[in-house]
């Protein structure tokens, strides 16, 4: 099942994703309009920070002896997590750890050659005149950059150089050298990558981004979650439910479409229960009628008509009963709104249930606590249980026994009546609760009746705030399980 997440959080992502495009998109264009490089820009304060140390190494080397030059870089490395080596103008290292300087860094650094030995001038050596022309030629040169950054592989090392003066102590004036500042990650010192700033950037967008958006999202979430709440009670088969529509957006009109959808549900479903009892309530006078006339027939036929009167009171008394079952679903159905419920003790309802629709043929086992107690109406959890039993048993009677047991679930009672028959496909799990559904749609009177029972089970527990729902058991067999809130001793 792959993870759901919430409408918000999607939103949210999106929202950021899209500052991230247009951030990206932005940096693109500048770069090709304007000729700007992105990574100078986000190196731009790290080279304020790296020129600002390199000024105050210089300043106290200056006052300083070259022996305390290694101290002194030593305590500077301490300071800010990267180590600093110190090269004069010939590329030599006068402070700093013995660290190799990957070739890369060192063709970078400014240098100058050492001068030439004192002796007889060289056949190839040419005089001072022809000389001249390429130290112009070196002057004309630009200077070398008081600072340069790079990277360096095998290991990763990010290295930085600045152009400091130096002073021996034989020197009269100072000479250019190089600080070498080497980092072995761009987090590890604040001198190539202050991450404060970004953070604190980064926390100011998230934070205007859900100033901006959580209104919006708020309102829309909860404006969804009510239309769901909304189709799941109409699902049910509660219609009276009412969507606020205060919005004036496409959702408002959703709204609008559900509250139209309910109501004329609700017309169709209590009109045709309307019309059922109806029907079933003026069928109830004629087949009284039939029965009490049969009756009559019976003692004044002879004996060799009798057997044909026998089979037309059988089929009345089954039109009888299909009609009693009738109005039993269409008045639960139209009354379960005015139903009050009440503390239900549920061992003395499932004793009521089994003195009714046992029979000695059938084993039934009962474990159900006495002191359960069920907030719903008397009448209508016994209806329900009654019907659930006298399926099981008429089903499954012979295939073991009946069990029926009671266990709290937080704020509900779960009862439940479990049989080992031969079940129920599961395509028809749900199915079997909707009215007039049989699983043998040949509607034979000897494999069941009207197909009401689990439909008035459904209507009598959810007109007691409950639920019903059922599911094959293993290897075999059907498990009813009614929940219903509990009460309070």
């Not at 001198?191 to 980064?202: E, K, Q, R, S």
């Not at 957006?249 to 009109?271: H, K």
């Not at 419920?341 to 009714?356: D, G, I």
């Not at 359960?372 to 009654?386: G, I």
Request: proline letters at 7%; hydrophobic letters at 40%.
């Amino acid at each position: 099942m792959r993870p759901r997440l919430p409408l918000s959080v999607k939103i949210l992502l999106l929202s950021f994703l899209n500052l991230v495009l247009l951030g990206l998109t932005v940096a693109v264009i500048v770069r090709a309009q304007f000729r700007l490089d992105t990574g100078s820009f986000l190196l731009a304060p790290a080279q304020t920070r790296i020129l600002g140390v390199a000024q105050a190494v210089a300043l106290e080397m200056e006052g300083s002896p070259p022996e305390s030059w290694d101290q002194l870089l030593s305590r500077y490395a301490r300071d800010h997590g990267v180590e600093f080596i110190l090269m004069d103008e010939t590329g030599e290292r006068l402070a700093g750890p013995e660290l190799p300087v990957p070739r890369e860094v060192a063709d970078r650094i400014p240098r100058r050659q050492r001068p030439p030995r004192e002796g007889p001038p060289s056949r190839d050596r040419r005089p001072d005149s022809d000389q001249r022309p390429l130290e112009q030629e070196r002057n004309r040169r630009p200077p070398a950059p008081p600072l340069f950054l790079t990277a360096t592989s095998g290991p990763t090392r990010y290295w930085a150089g600045v152009r400091i003066p130096v002073r021996l102590e034989r020197q009269e004036n100072p000479h250019p050298g190089t600080l070498l500042i080497m980092s072995t990650s761009l987090l590890a010192s604040r001198l190539f990558f202050d991450v404060t700033p970004w953070l604190a950037i980064g926390i100011a967008v998230i934070l205007v981004s859900v100033l901006c958006w959580l209104p919006f999202i708020r309102g829309m979430t909860r404006s969804i979650s009510q239309l769901t709440r909304a189709a799941g009670q109409i699902a049910e088969g509660r219609f009276e439910i009412h969507v606020a529509d205060t919005r004036r957006d496409e959702i408002g009109q959703l709204g609008e479409a559900i509250n139209r959808m309910a109501a004329r549900l609700s017309g169709f479903v209590n009109g045709q229960k309307r019309f059922l009892s109806g029907i079933a309530h003026e069928l109830c006078t004629p087949i009284a009628t039939m029965q009490f006339g049969l009756g009559n027939l019976e003692r004044r036929v002879s004996e060799g008509q009798r057997d044909s009167v026998a089979d037309i009171q059988e089929e009345v008394q089954h039109m009888s009963a299909l009609v009693n079952e009738l109005l039993s679903f269409t008045r639960g159905g139209m009354q379960a709104l005015d139903i009050k419920p009440v503390k239900v003790n549920l061992a003395a309802t499932v004793a009521r249930v089994l003195e009714r629709e046992s029979s000695p043929e059938v084993e039934t086992v009962v474990a159900v606590d006495e002191q359960l107690h069920v907030l719903a109406d008397a009448e209508y959890l016994f209806r329900a249980v009654s019907n659930v039993v006298r399926n099981a048993i008429r089903y499954a009677g012979d295939a073991g026994p009946i069990r029926i047991t009671a266990e709290p679930e937080q704020a509900f009672v779960c009862l439940t009546v479990a049989d080992s028959g031969p079940g129920v496909p599961e395509r028809s799990l749900e199915e079997i609760f909707e009215p007039f559904y049989r699983l043998d749609p040949s509607r034979n009177q000897e494999t069941g009746g009207l197909g009401l029972g689990l439909a008035i089970v459904r209507n009598c527990v959810e007109a007691c705030h409950g639920t019903v729902r059922c599911r094959n058991r293993q290897p075999s067999g059907l498990q009813v399980e009614i929940r219903i809130p509990k009460a309070e001793l």
